[in-house]
T-cell receptor, first 111, second 116 residues
Framework: DGGITQSPKYLFRKEGQNVTLSCEQN?????MYWYRQDPGQGLRLIYY???????QKGDIAEGYSVSREKKESFPLTVTSAQKNPTAFYLC??????????FGSGTRLTVV | AQKVTQAQTEISVVEKEDVTLDCVYE???????LFWYKQPPSGELVFLIR??????QNEISGRYSWNFQKSTSSFNFTITASQVVDSAVYFC?????????????FGTGTRLTIIP
């Protein structure tokens, strides 16, 4: 079945470390997105990509980086510059505004 | 800039009661899309409905119904005869049309608790 796979489901990071969250889709969707969810703040857009080798900053891109070398993959790196990285991260893809698909999320905790 | 407001942070109702979740949006576009998603405790977002800005017909799907009113920029969601399985966080979202504008803007969500 087609869908989006996010891994890992839970991730723990030490202060000062970079970590990478994986997002893979087999839906042949052109666009992919990363959202961050904090309690009471809804989902906020970090980065998005509409085609391979191109991506745009969202509303809260500081402290994050992405790459889009393949259509199927859109990994998110949380760098040490992100001061408050503990959150729930959701990846999504779409082929148009009519068809968004979300992954099951990665819960990142700084220890 | 687009914005979605869900003023109700938390709602609790007794099972079998009806409940309405409010959503108010702002956009400068004349063509846009509105969505409702359900987020159960597992965290995954479950798609409920999509409505484009040119279709103001209300929609009913089982116990769920949606009232879209462009005049008040609202897209409210009603659950009839609520059940415990309806307990979740519900998000309203907006997407503008056109290449490069498809990203979703979410409201802050409404946590719905159905009391057995």
């Amino acid at each position: 079945d087609g869908g989006i796979t996010q891994s890992p489901k839970y991730l723990f990071r030490k202060e000062g470390q970079n970590v990478t969250l994986s997002c893979e889709q087999n839906l042949n969707h052109d666009a992919m997105y990363w959202y961050r969810q904090d309690p009471g703040q809804g989902l906020r857009l970090i980065y998005y990509s509409q085609i391979v080798n191109d991506f745009q900053k969202g509303d809260i891109a500081e402290g994050y980086s992405v790459s889009r070398e393949k259509k199927e993959s859109f990994p998110l790196t949380v760098t040490s510059a992100q001061k408050n990285p503990t959150a729930f991260y959701l990846c999504a893809s779409s082929i148009s505004p009519l068809g968004y698909t979300f992954g099951s999320g990665t819960r990142l905790t700084v220890v | 800039a687009q914005k979605v407001t869900q003023a109700q942070t938390e709602i609790s109702v007794v099972e079998k009661e009806d409940v309405t979740l409010d959503c108010v949006y702002e956009t400068r576009d004349t063509t846009y899309y509105l969505f409702w998603y359900k987020q159960p405790p597992s965290g995954e977002l479950v798609f409920l409905i999509r409505r484009n800005s040119f279709d103001e017909q209300n929609e009913i799907s089982g116990r769920y119904s949606w009232n879209f009113q462009k005049s008040t920029s609202s897209f409210n969601f009603t659950i009839t005869a609520s059940q415990v399985v309806d307990s979740a966080v519900y998000f309203c979202a907006l997407s503008e049309a056109g290449f490069g504008n498809e990203k979703l803007t979410f409201g802050t969500g409404t946590r719905l608790t159905i009391i057995p």
